[in-house]
């Protein structure tokens, strides 16, 4: 069964950083994108960041030069470097894997997600 297990999650003032690890554990598939999504409260779930099966990489636009996507695939893990954090950023964040030929960042896209980690920003 295929687990993914987020952390690193915490409460920071503006400017501050953070970065989330995800595990991702017995995933079999075909090909292997992998991304971080967030959801704020009364909000839909939006996609952050991805890095697709080919090695490619997509962020979000409100993001970009702020966070950095990585992953180390021999220790199936997945990373999200949030440098610059804005209190717009607060949200619960998940891990999520996709076996799509066409990722993107597109929440029904991705067939496996974690529980979440939640990023808190003060002002």
């Known amino acids: 069964q295929v687990q993914l297990v987020e952390s690193g999650g915490g409460s920071v003032q503006a400017g501050e950083s953070l970065r989330l690890v995800c595990v991702i554990s017995?995933?079999?598939?075909?090909?292997?994108?992998v991304a971080w999504f967030r959801q704020a409260p009364g909000m839909e779930r939006e996609g952050v960041a991805l890095i697709s099966w080919d090695g490619s990489t997509l962020y979000q636009d409100s993001v970009r030069g702020r966070f950095t996507i990585s992953s180390d695939n021999t220790k199936n893990t997945l990373y999200l470097q949030m440098n610059n954090l804005k209190p717009e950023d607060t949200a619960m964040y998940y891990c999520?894997?996709?076996?799509?030929?066409?990722?993107?960042?597109?929440?029904?896209?991705?067939?496996?997600w974690g529980e979440g980690t939640q990023v808190t920003v003060a002002a």
């Open positions: 017995d995933y079999t598939g075909p090909r292997r994108s």
């Open positions: 999520a894997v996709s076996d799509s030929w066409y990722p993107a960042l597109i929440a029904s896209l991705f067939q496996y």
